[in-house]
């Protein structure tokens, strides 16, 4: 590329505090400087507007060289209302210099970062977790670099996804292509589809979460409409359908389209159209036993709201079997118990913990209260509620 590039300068940066990755909601176009100095900006920033997207994913770094203009272009996205996100085309030949890269990114103003894992980085495995290494020295948030690369996982063990899990928290972009198939496969479209997004981007994903000791990362497909490398034979808007409706099926909270080049009019009504997920809750076994925590006791509701009737109450760390959860109409989370006499009952999930809290810290005695004076004012928290006088 012929871009004016300079190399980044060390990024220094205190440790942050990381949490669950949020989960992206949207829809994102990807664009890149050309060779010839210009750029796809524009035509991603144009698109986007059309078809509600909410993220432009632009290329920011190849290897450890930062391109030129990048500030520029995060800022320039920003303008529009729409969250710039950096990408880089990973080479594992410098991780000390992609990591700066990557804070670079983030210094610049892009709200995430992700990382083009392809066959440069193959075998690397030693290099990749000195890049894992470098971004956490450096105090870099993994939930915001997301790892986007083959599909079809089991057939690419010579890359480096289990070790950058470590450093891609937010998460997986599986680049679900049409390039899969040449120009001309007679495979039906159906059956191109299925493969690459059900069996591949899917079903890949799910084995390689399986095997994985670090917690797995969220999928967000990137889906490209063409067959050939450099995306000159397009999919017309029918066969482009297929492939929507078969990533619909899987209801993702966010999609991405590689790249604004080859994206054409025609396709802007579908993409404008697809239907976006809502965030799946993470499913939780229901704790066999749990124990009060608060010290002044638990209150047990007839059912998962604060303005059922109260049941009872059960003092700090009693034993209770865990039977269901539930959320409230307001969100909060709910925990059906079953107590040691049988009763049934529901109190916030909160007011639980899973291992035994041990006997009450010991308290020194109050200061005497003057003559005539109260000396204690019960809370409802106290009252220990029962259904019968």
């Not at 030949?93 to 992700?114: H, K, L, S, T, W």
């Not at 948030?141 to 083959?150: E, G, L, P, Q």
């Not at 289990?162 to 039906?188: H, K, S």
């Amino acid at each position: 590329m012929s871009d004016g590039f300079r190399i980044f300068l060390p990024f220094v940066s205190g440790r942050t505090e990381e949490t669950n990755p949020e989960v992206l909601r949207g829809k994102g176009i990807w664009a890149r400087p050309r060779p010839d100095g210009t750029s796809e900006l524009e035509r991603a920033i144009q698109i986007a507007r059309q078809v509600g997207a909410t993220h432009v994913l632009y290329k920011v770094a190849h290897g450890a060289t930062y391109l030129e203009g990048s500030a520029q272009a995060a800022q320039r996205i920003s303008a529009e209302g729409l969250i710039p996100f950096g990408w880089m085309w990973l080479e594992l030949d410098d991780p000390n210099g992609e990591a700066q890269a990557i804070g670079r990114a983030f210094q610049d103003g892009f709200q995430g970062m992700v990382l083009d894992t392809e066959s440069s980085c193959s075998q690397k495995f030693n290099e990749a977790r000195a890049l894992a290494r470098a971004v956490y020295n450096a105090g870099l948030d993994r939930t915001r670099i997301y790892n986007c690369s083959f599909p079809n996982i089991i057939h690419h063990r010579d890359l480096p996804y289990d070790e950058l899990n470590e450093v891609c928290r937010g998460g997986l972009m599986p680049m679900a292509y049409g390039a899969f198939f040449a120009p001309g496969d007679p495979t039906p479209w159906e059956a191109q589809a299925h493969r690459v997004i059900d069996e591949w981007a899917y079903g890949h994903y799910g084995t390689w979460c399986d095997e994985q000791q670090t917690p797995c990362p969220p999928l967000y497909p990137v889906l490209a409409p063409y067959h050939d490398e450099y995306g000159a034979a397009r999919m017309g808007p029918e066969e482009f359908q297929v492939w929507l409706d078969r990533l619909a099926a899987h209801a993702p909270t966010f999609f991405s389209i590689f790249t604004a080049a080859v994206i054409d009019d025609e396709l802007l009504p579908l993409i404008r159209e697809f239907p976006l997920g809502e965030e799946q809750e993470e499913e939780r076994p229901v704790p066999e036993t749990a124990w009060a925590h608060p010290l002044e006791g638990v209150v047990l509701y007839q059912d998962a709201d604060p303005t059922s009737r109260r049941l009872m109450a059960v003092v700090y760390g009693t034993a209770l079997e865990g039977l269901a959860r539930r959320r409230g109409t307001d969100g909060t989370r709910w925990l059906q118990v079953r107590t040691p006499d049988g009763t049934l009952g529901w109190a916030p999930e909160d007011r639980f913990i899973l291992t035994n809290p041990g006997p009450p810290p010991a308290l020194s005695a109050p200061p005497p209260a003057p003559p005539g004076h109260l000396t204690h004012v019960w809370t409802e928290q106290e009252v220990n509620y029962r259904s019968q006088p």
